[in-house]
């Protein structure tokens, strides 16, 4: 079993920043990518950026240049967030790529306040 805990979440003003961690446990074998994604209310969920295993990391438009994934460990990661605006308001998910089967964590609140 694969445990995926995020943690970090929080209120915090427009232009301002925030770091949330994730953390994955339990029987990994080998984790081929790690990345966040968000969901806001009335939203489908919505891809953040990934890193890659001894690999690249990558980034959607709308967060390139204000948000930088890094690895803390193996098993954990960490989402900088800076520059926060009130459309980053959202539900904040880690998710674990092992082989063929991914992992999802319970999500973390992110509200920006304008």
């Known amino acids: 079993q694969v445990q995926v805990v995020e943690s970090g979440g929080g209120l915090v003003q427009s232009g301002g920043s925030l770091r949330l961690s994730c953390v994955a446990s339990?029987?990994?074998?080998?984790?081929?990518?790690m990345g966040w994604y968000r969901q806001a209310p009335g939203k489908e969920r919505e891809w953040v950026g990934s890193?890659?295993?001894?690999?690249?990391t990558n980034y959607p438009d709308s967060v390139r240049g204000r948000f930088t994934i890094g690895r803390n460990a193996q098993n954990s990661v960490y989402l900088q967030m800076n520059s926060l605006t009130p459309d980053d308001t959202a539900v904040y998910y880690c998710?674990?790529?092992?082989?063929?089967?991914?992992?999802w964590g319970q999500g973390t609140q992110v509200t920006v306040s304008s």
């Open positions: 890193i890659i295993t001894n690999g690249p």
């Open positions: 339990g029987s990994i074998s080998s984790i081929a990518a």
């Open positions: 998710n674990l790529v092992e082989g063929t089967r991914d992992y």
